[in-house]
């Protein structure tokens, strides 16, 4: 008799664990819409690591659909982090790291902003077909700019450069960037945008 009770006491556990087990990886966060509308609610785009999946279309929980594609919002952010939906066309070229911004609606992507200004300092995320852990490429897009281009290249740290060619409109970020006075994405990136910041009150 025991053990009947304890099957069913196992059983009920597993019932009502289940909704809270579906709860697990989800954060507050907001949806844009393609018409500009935002919808407040839970969001989770992927599975944790290990074993990890980043989802095609994140997960909502709140008034609308319970799940969103990039070609169907422009935007969300979960937590703290806040990703755009934009759509990438690969550039023609040897070896080429570099997008151009695509009006293909089959080419949208969700890509994580890290910095916005003069210039936006972007992620994209990916999951490693060795490892299976996450991983990213860095990239800046200049504001309506229509190209977006790797910052770095691998171990090998900033694409000096390919960078300094991008930043010619500021030959003293060219010149930092050629002599390794800045070291990563994000230096190069709020260097940008304070010296556009300057530029704008003279």
């Known amino acids: 008799m025991g053990n009947k009770y304890f099957g069913i006491t196992c059983i009920l556990l597993l019932f009502y664990s289940i909704p809270i087990l579906a709860q697990k990886h989800f954060e507050e966060g907001f949806i844009v819409l ?100 996450y991983d990213h490429f860095s990239y800046f897009k200049k504001r309506n700019g229509t190209e977006l281009v790797r910052t770095t290249q691998g171990i090998f740290g900033l694409r000096k450069k390919r960078l300094a060619v991008f930043f010619s409109d500021c030959p003293i970020l060219a010149v930092k960037i050629r002599n390794k006075e800045l070291k990563s994405a994000h230096e190069v990136a709020t260097f940008y945008n304070e010296w556009k910041r300057n530029q704008k009150t003279f």
């Open 34 to 133: 393609n018409n500009g509308d935002t919808i407040t609610g839970l969001i989770k785009d992927r599975k944790p690591d290990p074993f990890g999946k980043i989802y095609k279309k994140i997960r909502h929980k709140g008034k609308g659909k319970s799940r969103y594609g990039p070609h169907e919002i422009l935007a969300y952010k979960k937590g703290e982090m806040f990703f755009e939906s934009i759509g990438l066309a690969s550039k023609i070229g040897f070896l080429n790291q570099d997008y151009n911004i695509s009006s293909n609606e089959k080419e949208r992507v969700f890509i994580r902003v890290i910095n916005q200004g003069y210039v936006n300092h972007y992620v994209l995320e990916f999951q490693d077909a060795d490892s299976g852990y």
